[in-house]
């Protein structure tokens, strides 16, 4: 069973940084891209960055560009997001979610962290 | 990187069906066919539904069903049943750097 267990999250001010994880289970880690979703409070979903199996190919969408990396750790299972720069607009529950490697799109997902950026 | 286009609510009575279209554009509905439906009830992380437009990963009833016409998609809920009340999010391939959009969402009351 594929299980994806998100942490790092937490309240931090306008401007301060803060690194999610996602740690993977139930399923070969290296063979699947992964993928950021965020979720602010009671809105809709936002795709925010992905990352290809071997972690050599990092995308974002624009509005974290510049801020957000992400990157990912095959021999811990472990895929992160290193948030910089953070705005009161990133506050959301951040989600991983796996790549269902065909179909461009995410079969599996955490159960989500919560990042709240406030003064 | 805009959003997809959903109307925010549905609703239905047990048994019926009912519709929920994703309006996009060439550069992400209609110019692929890479178009996927999420269920998400309250407090609850998203299931994917539909992936590929049309197909249904192992486990989703055959009551969800989803096509695509030019830059609009829909999924197709049949027999409308309580535990169906959720939001449920259209996603699509967007095109180079892998990117991806979703839609606003659209809350599904079965009434």
């Known amino acids: 069973e594929v299980q994806l267990l998100e942490s790092g999250g937490g309240l931090v001010q306008p401007g301060e940084s803060l690194r999610l994880s996602c740690a993977a289970s139930?399923?070969?880690?290296?063979?699947?891209?992964m993928h950021w979703v965020r979720q602010a409070p009671g809105k809709g979903l936002q795709w925010v960055s992905a990352i290809s199996n071997s972690g050599g190919s990092p995308y974002y969408a624009d509005f974290v560009k510049g801020r957000f990396t992400i990157s990912r750790d095959n021999s811990k299972n472990t895929l992160y997001l290193q948030m910089n720069s953070l705005r009161v607009e990133d506050t959301a529950i951040y989600y991983c979610a796996k790549d269902l490697g065909t179909g461009a799109c995410f079969d599996s997902w955490g159960q989500g962290t919560l990042v709240t950026v406030s003064s | 990187q805009s959003a997809l286009t959903q109307p925010p609510s549905a609703s239905g009575s047990p048994g019926q069906s009912v519709t929920i279209s994703c309006t996009g554009t060439i550069s992400d509905v209609g110019g692929y066919n890479f178009v996927s439906w999420y269920q998400q009830h309250p407090g609850k992380a998203p299931k994917l539904m539909i992936y590929?437009?049309?197909k249904r990963p192992s486990g989703v009833p055959h009551r969800f069903s989803g096509s695509k016409s030019a830059n609009t998609a829909s999924l197709t809920v049949s027999g409308l049943q309580a535990e169906d009340e959720a939001d449920y999010y259209c996603?699509?391939?967007?095109?180079?750097?892998?990117?991806?959009?979703f839609g606003g969402g659209t809350k599904l009351t079965v009434l």
């Open positions: 590929e437009v049309s």
């Open positions: 139930g399923f070969t880690f290296n063979s699947f891209a």
């Open positions: 996603s699509s391939y967007a095109g180079s750097n892998n990117l991806r959009v």
